[in-house]
């Protein structure tokens, strides 16, 4: 089941966005008129904050006056509430490149004089952009270097508006418990400063929590108390979005009449307020919903006009959305082949947004944030202690004069040894506990990446040859169908034994060679494959799609008929050289295609199937690589330690 995501208000701009009405509008134009330098400045900057909900383009056209004068008188802080307000009209319109130059060129600036507050709030916005562009690395970056300076200025309301961003990446990642704590973090703070519009964000953000739980009925009580404090406050941007997700849960609940009602208000506001990225998530939800109704043709009509606007503002989720939709849509019509194209594309887009390599990213900031903050605990724990010590060695002092001075001392300095043996003692099991947890991490990521992989891969040969059989009651599709299932079933019992080992060297066992390749013989019944003698290796069960992903590669890139297999046993190592006669990989590549997401040649799909070998190889405390020479075919050569 695919997460659609809905764009989140994520508080940007904050100390800029004004609400506001034609009558002040008027009032500030009409102000142009009588004033000149710093004043029809801040003038311009105010037109500009005043049309950022109603007409990002407007806000774009004053900005840049704003800009241009600031600049021709050299007024330092015009300049920077002009970049600013450029950055959020071009995010408004998603043209997401051109917002981002000017942040940076605010960020720039605001270091130059050194205001803190700002520079905070820029870097949340930043943090937006890579969110809605699916760079969830990036975005957390920017939200922990946010909340970093406004807990360091002890500024509420941007600690509140990081928490709320943070909690964000959490849930697009699919961590339901971090994301909720982090909201209702969030929530505490604006409702202590009793702050509507930003209240009205988090119920908004909460409600999309409880829709990805499935509590349809707690999603809909929050969207709707979120779209009541929108309304009150004119908030464009906020009630389609609000609309949008009420859709959603109309949806979920078979109410499809009044799910495209809201969705046709929300596409009808964002194409108002020039809202792309809003205009490209209604599009996909409104074709997504005709495919319930069997309504092809419109479903069709929405999909392409979603898909090309995601294009355009290169908004990776967007995109994913589209490609799921139409592999949906297809299977519908029944139009298999066509179906597998788009559940192909959406799985790559989805892998290059949910890669390991940006988890690692996440989890090791997330870490080092959790870090810096016990050490920061432990700092006041120690100048807390140094003082309570302090005031007794005083009064003692006074008390017992000189006589006693060596004997306070001397109880001072045990008191200071056992308090810096505690807290070695508590540093120690942190960084223990901190190591454990990464390794677990790891493990589980690897396992979670192969299961994805090549259960993917699995699914996708099984419901085409279902497929082909009922085109062309081919009975050798059914086989190979029953094959595939059969090999699903293995892996997830493999990578079950997988999970619960702690993924170091003791949880190795022997595994033999040639029973191992006798059965993937079996599977790959068209090919050739021969092994010569037999040995024994130290590895674990997910060892078995080492190999298999090797031989289906020569099979599928390399368009290879035969397989030869050949060891040679060292006093320490087992080495195996595994060769096919297929096409040669040029020796340029020879490293890369081990690389996450690598892809090479016609039939070059996710890039997947080497990087988890190697991960899985390296695991083992062995190595992998190509051997380079000038014989037709490949050879990888597999070093692994010996029983």
């Known amino acids: 089941m695919i997460k659609t995501k809905f764009l989140l208000i994520l508080f940007l701009l904050i100390p800029y966005i004004l609400f506001s009405n034609t009558a002040a509008i008027d009032s500030l134009k009409n102000q142009l008129n009588i004033v000149k330098g710093k004043e029809k400045v801040e ?40 970049l600013k ?40 916005s930043i943090g937006i952009i ?13 939200y922990l270097m946010s909340l970093e300076i406004n807990e360091r200025i002890g500024y509420k309301k941007g600690i509140a508006t990081s928490l709320n961003n943070i909690g964000l990446v959490y849930w697009n990642l699919g961590n339901y418990d971090k994301t909720l704590d982090y909201y209702l973090q969030s929530l505490k703070i604006f409702e202590e400063l009793e702050n509507k519009k930003h209240i009205a964000h988090l119920l908004n953000n909460i409600g999309i929590v409880y829709k990805s739980l499935n509590d349809q009925d707690k999603a809909l009580d929050y969207y709707l108390r979120s779209l009541k404090i929108k309304e009150q406050l004119g908030d464009e941007k906020g009630i389609a979005n609000s609309l949008g997700n009420i859709g959603i849960i109309y949806k979920n609940k078979k109410n499809y009449d009044e799910s495209l009602k809201y969705y046709l208000k929300a596409l009808k506001m964002t194409e108002e307020i020039g809202d792309k990225w809003g205009t490209a998530n209604s599009l996909n939800n409104i074709g997504n919903l005709y495919i319930k109704l069997q309504k092809y043709d419109k479903a069709t009509l929405y999909l392409e006009k979603g898909l090309k606007l995601a294009k355009e503002i290169k908004a990776k989720t967007n995109i994913s959305n589209s490609y799921f939709f139409f592999y949906e849509l297809f299977s519908a019509k029944e139009k298999h082949k066509k179906a597998l194209e788009y559940y192909i594309l959406y799985t790559n887009v989805n892998d290059s947004i949910f890669s390991e390599e940006s988890s690692d990213k996440i989890a090791e900031m997330q870490t080092k944030y959790e870090t810096e903050q016990k050490e920061k605990e432990n700092e006041l724990l120690k100048k807390d202690l140094e003082i309570a010590e ?16 060596l004997a306070i001392v001397m109880i001072f300095l045990i008191l200071r040894i056992r308090i810096d043996h505690r807290l070695r003692i508590v540093n120690k099991d942190l960084a223990i506990s901190k190591e454990n947890t990464e390794q677990i991490r790891k493990q589980l990521a690897l396992i979670n990446s192969m299961l994805r992989h090549d259960l993917a891969n699995n699914f996708i040969v099984i419901k085409t040859a279902l497929q082909i059989y009922n085109e062309e009651k081919d009975e050798k599709m059914l086989t190979e169908a029953d094959i595939k299932c059969d090999n699903g079933l293995e892996l997830i019992n493999s990578m079950r034994e997988l999970e619960f080992s702690h993924g170091d060297d003791t949880f190795l066992k022997p595994i033999n060679l040639k029973q191992l390749v006798d059965k993937l013989s079996k599977e790959f019944s068209g090919m050739s494959i021969q092994l010569n003698g037999n040995c024994k290796v130290r590895a674990d069960e997910a060892f078995e799609s080492v190999i298999h992903n090797i031989i289906e590669n020569a099979k599928l890139h390399g368009k290879a008929k035969k397989i030869t297999i050949t060891f040679e046993e060292y006093t320490d190592f087992t080495e195996i050289k595994i060769h096919n006669d297929g096409e040669q990989i040029p020796l340029e590549i020879h490293e890369r295609i081990f690389e ?31 051997e380079d020479n000038d014989k037709p075919g490949v050879t990888f050569v597999i070093n692994l330690k010996k029983v």
Request: charged residues 20%.
């Open 85 to 124: 307000l450029l950055g959020g009209g071009y995010y408004y319109l998603s043209y997401y490149d051109k917002a981002l130059e000017y942040y940076q060129k605010s960020i720039e600036n605001l270091e130059e004089i050194g205001d803190e507050r700002k520079i905070a709030s820029t870097y949340n």
């Open 596 to 626: 996450k997401q690598f892809s090479y040649g016609e039939a070059g799909h996710t890039g997947m199937g080497l990087f988890l070998v190697r991960q899985n190889i390296n695991r083992y405390g062995g190595s992998i690589y190509v």
């Open 43 to 82: 003038v311009l900057n105010e037109l500009a904050k005043a049309y950022l909900n109603e007409s990002p383009q407007k806000t774009i056209e004053y900005a840049n006056q704003a800009l241009n004068l600031s600049q021709k008188i050299d007024y330092v802080e015009g300049e920077i509430q002009a």
């Open 390 to 405: 302090l005031y007794k060695l005083r009064s003692v002092f006074l008390l017992f004069a000189s006589i006693l001075v």
């Open 130 to 142: 890579y969110d809605e562009l699916a760079d969830f690395s990036k975005a957390l970056e920017y």
